[in-house]
């Protein structure tokens, strides 16, 4: 059974420019959500989303959006960029949206803004 | 806001030692506690996932207890190995899949 794909892997961007994020979950699984990982602030939630709706949303500007499909692939997008926005960030899959529904994460897509 | 905290932010133990990481969050009203591994710059691997209605859960050499009432859990590793050596990270949810992570604790495992 495949695992949570990220796409891709590794970005470089420049200040001022847009960039878009893929998340593939895992075969059945309905609910995706979104993390930055910084070394200052750790694991913080973006967004999450189940059957193509937004159910959450972290306290991040409007610059960071997100959506998801019909077949619950996920994208999430970063207009402007600013050097701050440098992080690994994570997407995570689960069948759906109760207590006892584990997370399965991605590797990451590492982003460097220059 | 939920704040969720793990201590120690470090530890460096002898191969084949048992230990315990200890994690306390704010709010009892969660939906699950998940504990995870990430070696470095990976993504999260998932350990175990303990319900609100549960006490706790083992895996192998890994248990995990669940005191919602007081805030706390531990993450239980039995005769630890090298390969043990890795970030390990709690995280509860309060609602689906939003989950609230604490800033982990390094483990290094000193053949």
């Known amino acids: 059974k495949a695992g949570v794909t990220q796409t891709p892997r590794y970005l470089i961007k420049t200040r001022g420019q847009q960039v878009t994020l893929s998340c593939s979950p895992i075969?059945?699984?309905?609910?995706v959500s979104w993390y930055q990982q910084t070394p200052g602030q750790g694991l913080q939630f973006l967004f999450e989303?189940?059957?193509?709706?937004?159910?959450n949303k972290g306290n991040f500007p409007g610059r960071f959006s997100g959506r998801q499909f019909s077949n619950s692939r996920s994208e999430m997008n970063v207009s402007t960029l600013e050097l701050g926005d440098s992080a690994l960030y994570l997407c995570?899959?689960?069948?759906?949206?109760?207590?006892?529904?584990?997370?399965?994460f991605g590797q990451g897509t590492r982003l460097t803004v220059v | 806001k939920q704040e969720v905290t793990q201590i120690p932010a470090a530890l460096s133990v002898p191969e084949g030692e048992n230990l315990v990481l200890n994690c306390s969050f704010t709010?009892?009203?969660?939906?699950?506690l998940q504990w995870f591994r990430q070696d470095p710059g990976k993504g999260l691997t998932s350990l175990l996932l303990?319900?609100?209605?549960?006490r706790e859960q083992t895996s192998g050499r890994l248990n995990a207890s669940l005191d919602k009432s007081s805030g706390r859990s531990t993450l239980y590793i039995a005769a630890s190995q090298p390969g043990d050596s890795a970030t390990y990270l709690c995280?509860?949810?309060?609602?689906?899949?939003?989950?609230?992570f604490g800033t982990g604790t390094s483990l290094t495992v000193i053949p």
């Open positions: 303990i319900q609100s209605s549960q």
């Open positions: 709010d009892s009203a969660i939906y699950n």
């Open positions: 075969s059945g699984h309905r609910s």
């Open positions: 995280a509860v949810s309060l609602t689906g899949n939003q989950f609230y």
């Open positions: 995570a899959s689960s069948q759906g949206t109760g207590g006892n529904t584990e997370a399965f």
């Open positions: 989303y189940f059957s193509e709706t937004q159910r």
